[in-house]
């Protein structure tokens, strides 16, 4: 049950996007206009969700409990439509209770579990057709007390996530035991945290089911732009493989294996990708894939270094400058493992020497790097996802090869410049696809063999 949820900003607004046809169910928030008489009510049908919310509970204007139950009560004669109404405003015999949606909303960071549970045991002795709860949801680990309070729901329930995993907590929320969650339109939420129009595309939200095995990347905030978003699940809908690959940002590591280890739902997790700054983080040493089933890791950053080699794109005379101190600089080391004319550089100094001491090369300050001249340039700092220019903003220049890690959606300024001067390189998308293909592998394998 993905519900659109549409701000009446206008009439025509409102009219326009009820012709949305992806969306049988859709919500229409009153609140955006002060003057409730002018919605089309000819739009409404017994799909529809009417909501006029107050400022305390999120909305955009208040209006006096009469004129928001008179206008209710005049949509359902109308049309057999649903009423949001909040539950600590609700008296009982005020609505229909099969056209009722009971709701709850808590906008602290962290919901209040204990109450809640009392709001449950409210709402479970209603008659409502639905409950909604619309809470904070600040951390992976809160999602086990969602799922628990979930379960003891007697009514069908509409979740609503909100705060920092508002978004994985709706992605998920069918795995959580809701049966629906809310779709915002592009530039146009009605709440925080909201899927978007394009992400039920992205991810093919229609057809996943309690039962659809579940994976991703976890990382931090750049994962939101990740490719493997669209190559994994593009593959698992052409394959007809019930699987979908979501983005699990998180700021702490810890939280999200917590969460993982007593998720009620463990068996259904086919694996996960592990991108900055975790790769890490999960064992001592970097990896970038991970199988929590089989409890299996595997760095597939180092066999794409591999098919480097195999390419003769680097030889054993090269001079080569590694630019980075985290776990792909690690990476690359251990690719060139036996190689002797192996240079470290990067910002990070003290890492850098931690490095250029375990695998027994010299570390150059940027100040020197840029003096000197090296046959390949392997960058494997972030340089360059945000659009910088490395030589720009480490004078680093001289160079013959270049292998680029970062990637956007278009080049890099570094793999632009070497197209420009005909340098041969091997751009970061490549590099992705190349260790992608190789998660794939894994991936497939664990989903067809849950």
């Known amino acids: 049950m993905l519900i659109l949820s549409i701000p ?95 709701s709850y909303h808590d906008f602290t960071n962290d919901f209040d579990f204990e109450k809640l549970k009392k709001v449950i045991d409210s709402m479970n002795n209603s008659d409502a057709r639905f409950i909604k709860i619309a809470v904070g949801v600040d951390s992976y680990t809160s999602l086990i007390r969602i799922y628990n309070l979930i379960a003891k729901c007697k009514k069908p329930v509409i979740f609503a996530g909100l705060g920092n995993r508002g978004k994985i907590s709706r992605l998920l929320h069918k795995h959580l035991g809701a049966k629906g969650t809310f779709i915002g339109l592009e530039n146009n939420q009605t709440a925080l945290g909201q899927i978007l129009d394009s992400d039920v595309d992205l991810y093919n939200l229609h057809k996943i089911t309690p039962n659809s095995k579940i994976g991703g990347i976890i990382g931090g905030k750049q994962i939101e732009h990740s490719l493997g978003l669209k190559f994994y699940n593009d593959y698992f809908q052409k394959n007809k ?33 592990v991108t900055m700054p975790f790769k890490k983080s999960i064992i001592r040493q970097p990896i970038n894939l991970y199988i929590p089933n089989r409890d299996f890791y595997l760095n597939t950053d180092q066999e794409a270094f591999y098919k480097i080699l195999d390419m003769d794109f680097v030889t054993i005379a090269d001079k080569v400058l590694i630019f980075g101190s985290g776990a792909m600089a690690r990476t690359a080391l251990n690719s060139l493992n036996g190689f002797s004319n192996i240079f470290i550089s990067g910002r990070n100094v003290s ?20 003096k000197l001249s090296f046959d390949l340039l ?10 910088e220019d490395f030589s720009k903003e480490t004078g680093i220049s001289k160079f013959r090869k270049v292998i680029d890690l970062p990637y956007q959606i278009e080049d890099t300024k570094l793999i632009e410049f070497c197209k420009k001067k005909e340098i041969p390189c091997v751009d970061g998308k490549q590099f992705w696809k190349w260790q992608a293909e190789r998660q794939l592998q894994e991936f497939a394998k664990e989903i067809k063999n849950q």
Not at 69 to 83: D, G
Not at 379 to 385: D, L, Q, R, S, W
Request: charged content about 30%; aromatic content about 16%.
């Open 351 to 370: 890492e850098g020497h931690i490095l250029a001491e375990k695998f027994n090369c010299d570390f150059l300050k940027i100040e020197e790097a840029k």
């Open 241 to 273: 493989l019930d699987a979908y690959y979501f983005p699990f940002e998180t700021d702490g590591i810890n939280d999200f294996l917590r969460w993982l280890e007593n998720c009620r739902f463990f068996n259904k997790f086919f694996g996960f990708s």
């Open 378 to 387: 392997i960058n494997c700092a972030p340089i360059g996802m945000k659009d």
């Open 8 to 102: 009446f900003f206008s009439s025509e607004f409102v009219t326009k996007h009820s012709q949305n046809r992806k969306f049988p169910w859709k919500e229409y928030r009153l609140d955006f206009n002060e003057h409730l008489n002018d919605f089309p009510q000819e739009i409404l049908d017994e799909t529809s969700i009417v909501t006029i919310r107050d400022i305390s509970e999120g909305g955009k204007n208040d209006f006096p409990l009469k004129d928001k139950v008179e206008f209710y009560k005049k949509a359902i004669q109308q049309s057999n439509c649903l009423v949001d109404f909040e539950v600590q405003q609700y008296e009982k015999k005020l609505i229909n209770p099969e056209n009722l949606i009971l």
